[in-house]
């Protein structure tokens, strides 16, 4: 029984996410090999290979992998496919993008955002928003499953002195082309990755109040900036800081709430952060039953005085 990972990179290094996902791996039992898809990809090869665990690193180098494109790599993912008895993907855009279409050409049930492994054929998922928590046991022969990074602690980066072995990248399939891509560039931690995250909501009423009032804790921080769906709605704040469920899923060291009540979407999002602190002048928001310290208090004189304090 071997697990294949398909790594989240940039060519040159693995992302945080892969590195969850390989604890996941590790938990459904036997080897964990990890899939490099890209061109150029030697130096993510490396990197990969030094994560503990990993026992086989392969490396497909193909000009059609350039993009990650999801018809081109769940391509190569298909062409291995057979040798693994489970396929995991982290549960992030590239992920979410290949993953049921390796599932479906392999005619097998893609079991979706896992939390935990149970056994090597059981798993444990939130549905209804995280209220609930369903436990899936898959028959199939291969199990495709998409991991949420949030309920996997990260497998060391170094330690690891695994294979690294070439194959043979597919040819482009056709079927899309890449255009371009305009990337958001930043002084702040991306969300995913960050140990702080300070979110508002739509109480701060406006676009610069938002920046006005946030950003400055935030700097204080070191933090990344998050929002509200409400927020991100008025025009407040952008689509990529959304936290919640149809927004990012985080799980920070430490996670501020600034004029957020805490919609069942948005606490889907943030929940398992390691320490939640919510600052709401309603003091029956819901978002104070999952916070571990909760400050009833108008949020344009806490966030300044909180600022001054720090």
Known sequence: M??????EHDHASIKPATLNTVTAALACGGDVHVLVA??????????????????KVIVADSPSLAENLAENVAAQVLAIASSYSHILFPSTANGKNVAPRVAAKLDVAQISDITKVDSPDTFERP????NAIATVQSADP????????????????TGGNATVETAEGV???G????VG???TKSERPELTAAKIIVSGGRALGSAEKFTEVMAPLADKLNAGLGASRAAVDAGYAPNDWQVGQTGKIVAPQLYIAAGISGAIQHLAGMKDSKVIVAINKDEEAPIFSVADYGLVADLFTAVPELVKAL
């Open 38 to 55: 890209g061109a150029n990809a030697a130096e993510a090869g490396k990197a990969a290979a030094q994560i503990a665990g990993v026992a």
């Open 175 to 178: 079927k899309s082309s890449f």
């Open 171 to 173: 040819a482009d399939s």
């Open 142 to 157: 291969i199990k495709v499953i998409t991991v949420r990074t949030t309920g996997f602690d990260a497998a060391a980066a």
């Open 181 to 183: 891509r305009e990337v």
């Open 2 to 7: 071997t697990a294949l990972v398909i790594a």
């Open 127 to 130: 549905i209804y928003a995280g």
